[in-house]
Nanobody, 123 residues
């Protein structure tokens, strides 16, 4: 059984900072991509940032230069450092991991989500 536990959300003023954490546990074998998504009511969930095990990163344009994704492979944990927060960053943030159960890339794949953590930026 795989479990993702998120923490670090909360209420912050415009211009403030927060760091989100997501720790994965269970039968993970190889975690390839760790990512953060966010969702607001009535909108689709959007990718905020992703980081592969080889170090490749991807950010949505609206957070470039303000957010930084990182991971600690020894702890199976992904972080999202959010600086210069804006009211439009207000959302529920979800972590996501993708990988495979085995040594070979052709092994069965998995895709798991965290429970979500609320980030609210006040103006």
């Amino acid at each position: 059984q795989v479990q993702l536990v998120e923490s670090g959300g909360g209420l912050v003023q415009t211009g403030g900072s927060l760091t989100l954490s997501c720790e994965a546990s269970g039968s993970l074998f190889v975690i390839n991509t760790m990512a953060w998504y966010r969702q607001t009511p009535g909108k689709q969930r959007e990718l905020v940032a992703s980081l592969t095990r080889t170090g490749a990163t991807n950010y949505v344009d609206s957070v470039k230069g303000r957010f930084t994704i990182s991971r600690d492979n020894a702890k199976n944990t992904v972080y999202l450092r959010m600086n210069s927060l804006k009211p439009e960053d207000t959302a529920v943030y979800y972590c996501n991991i993708k990988g495979w159960r085995g040594v070979a890339v052709a092994s069965p794949k998995y895709d798991y989500w965290g429970q979500g953590t609320q980030v609210t930026v006040s103006s």
